[in-house]
Structure formats: structure tokens, C-alpha cells
């Protein structure tokens, strides 16, 4: 059995809860949360709720801690730091600030003795796999990316975090006529800003700068800054009304050539389609938990990414199962 602990039980707190029950070699021991425990109901009858104070009196019933704070202010102070307690996994998905936010978790994991996990999910995660893969596979070709259109759960984190906002979503859609060149292996050379649009749905407070609050959105660096943004200031009514679900996807695509002459076209294309963006991100997360167990089991330390972990470690399955069953 792998015991979780999961720090934050917001959207993708919750998601990970309902991934641990769907896999029987995996156990919830605890959530941690910032609010007054008392308040914070979960879905598993028996676990404890306890405040972030008292984590560190868990770390010898707890085999690895899924933290699931924002990637904007939460994790490079959290992953680090529960690192020295923990192994660790996280889903940091600022793709510019990825290096550094290593290199910060590998030294604390490292000095512990803990194994962490960083930047898992579907991207970074899944799509980021592929990527590699097809890149190995087509050394001669074009990486593509798209995403949407969806809830970019980081994103929509971003806008909240400024001041004035009480609410808010963000959906990242892709530009159609950037993805069909794409699919048509036209190889086109394309900007930030011409394959993605951004959306944005905002409630603010009452009396609030809309004109400092939408300057401040479109202007965030890593965010908003590279993209054409819309922002449409509505009231939380019609945000729970209209926005409420968390659906998400994309495509990452590799349009490559292979002969002597370079004469042959391929076409490498990975999809998601999702209805909730945290269930699924949740999924990809406990397996790899399951990994990093395996991993610390093994003697290993530091910080890891997915492009670390062999796909064997993370599944229940036995390596003979997975030959007669999966290769």
C-alpha cells in the first residue's frame, strides 16, 4: 500500500481523493488544510482533516504528500519545504519557471533524504511525454501544442490571486486556423500569440478598478502578456450559472519527415478530451505517487520530473502482468 497525504482540498485536492478510491493499492491517511479543519468536509469516511501546522507529526504515517497549492505563489515555498519532510509531489505547471523551481525542491529533497516529484499532470506531465517521445521517434520535424479549449485551473488561480477579484475562470482556446495548418503538416512557423486566444470571466468586488484589475491580467508575465485576452467582468451568478464545470484537452503534435531525401511526411498526434481537468490531473498524480513510493522504497533522493520515471512504476500491475497483458 502506498499512504497519501493530500495538502489543500480545493478542486484538484478533491480529484486526487476520488483517484486514491478507484486504486486499491493506494490509501488517504490525511488532508491537510489552511482553513479551520472543522469546516473542510471530504468525501472519504474515517480520514482526518488537520491543519498545515500539524503535518510535519505525520511524516511517519505518510509515504508520499500530493501537494495541490497554485503554481504562482504556493508551491516554490511548499513543495521545498514539505520536502524536508516528505516525498513530495506537486503539480507546478509555470512551464518558464520550471529549472528554478527544481533546483530549489532538489536540494531540500536531496538533504532530506526524500524523493520528490514535480510538474505532474497532463502538461507538464502527459504532454510533455509525448513531446519527448516524438521528438526521439521524428529527429526531423516540428513540435505543436495546443490547448483547449478549456478551464486552465493555474490560469483562472493567477487572476484570483489579484486584488479586488472574488472569482474567476480562464479558458485557453485554440486559434482553428493555426491547428488545421498543423494537421495538414504545412509546418508553419507560428507566435504565442497566433495558436491560443485567452478567456476570461471575472466577478470583482463591489466598488473594484475593473481598468487596474483587466490591465493587470493582461499584462502578467508567463500568463497573459504573449496572448490576445479577453476580459469580461460578470457577476458570480452568472459565473456558477455558465462556468461551473472544469473541462480541458489538447493536442500536442509532431509533424516530421523520414528518407534520405527527406521525402516522407508523418504525423505523430496525442489528444485529451476532458470533462474535469482536476479528476483527470488528480488520476495522473496518484500515479506517479505510486512511483515516487517506489522510487523512495528503492533508496532514491533529490528531485524527479516524469521524464524520470519508467512507465513500469506506475502501475499495480506486476511486470509479468504488464508483458502478457500490455506489451
Known amino acids: 500500500m502506498t499512504r497519501v497525504g493530500i495538502l489543500g482540498y480545493g478542486n484538484l485536492g478533491r480529484g486526487i481523493e476520488s483517484a486514491i478510491r478507484q486504486n486499491k493499492d493506494m490509501e488517504l491517511v490525511c488532508v491537510f488544510t489552511r482553513r479551520d479543519p472543522a469546516s473542510v468536509k471530504i468525501a472519504t469516511e474515517g480520514v482526518k482533516v488537520l491543519n498545515v501546522s500539524e503535518a510535519e507529526s505525520m511524516k511517519d504515517k505518510i509515504d508520499v504528500l500530493i501537494i495541490c497549492g497554485g503554481s504562482a505563489t504556493d508551491l516554490p515555498k511548499q513543495t521545498p519545504e514539505y520536502a524536508k519532510f516528505f516525498n513530495v509531489i506537486d503539480s507546478f505547471d509555470t512551464h518558464a519557471n520550471i529549472p528554478t523551481h527544481f533546483a530549489n525542491v532538489d536540494k531540500a529533497a536531496k538533504e532530506s533524504g526524500h524523493v520528490a516529484l514535480i510538474s505532474c499532470g497532463w502538461d507538464p506531465g502527459m504532454f510533455s511525454l509525448n513531446r519527448l517521445y516524438a521528438n526521439c521517434i521524428l529527429p526531423e520535424g516540428n513540435d505543436y501544442t495546443f490547448w483547449g479549449k478549456g478551464v486552465s485551473q493555474g490560469h483562472s488561480d493567477a487572476i484570483r490571486r489579484i486584488d479586488g477579484v472574488l472569482d474567476a475562470r480562464q479558458y485557453t482556446v485554440p486559434v482553428p486556423e493555426a491547428l488545421a495548418s498543423v494537421r495538414n503538416g504545412e509546418n508553419p512557423e507560428l507566435t504565442t500569440r497566433q495558436k491560443h486566444t485567452r478567456e476570461c470571466y471575472v466577478v470583482v468586488k463591489e466598488g473594484a478598478d475593473k481598468a487596474r484589475i483587466e490591465n493587470e491580467i493582461k499584462t502578467m508575465p508567463n ?105
Open 223 to 327: 500568463y497573459f502578456a504573449d496572448y490576445d485576452t479577453t476580459v469580461n467582468f460578470i457577476s458570480q451568478e452568472e459565473l456558477d450559472r455558465d462556468h461551473k464545470g472544469i473541462p480541458h484537452g489538447g493536442f500536442v503534435i509532431r509533424s516530421g519527415k523520414t528518407g534520405f531525401n527527406k521525402e516522407n511526411n508523418h504525423i505523430i498526434e496525442y489528444s485529451l478530451k476532458l470533462d474535469s481537468n482536476p479528476e483527470f490531473t488528480g488520476s495522473v498524480i496518484t500515479a506517479y505517487a505510486r512511483a515516487a513510493h517506489r522510487l523512495a522504497k528503492e533508496g532514491q533522493t533529490g528531485c524527479k520530473t516524469v521524464f524520470d520515471v519508467a512507465p513500469a512504476y506506475l502501475s499495480p500491475l506486476s511486470a509479468e502482468e504488464m508483458r502478457a497483458h500490455l506489451l
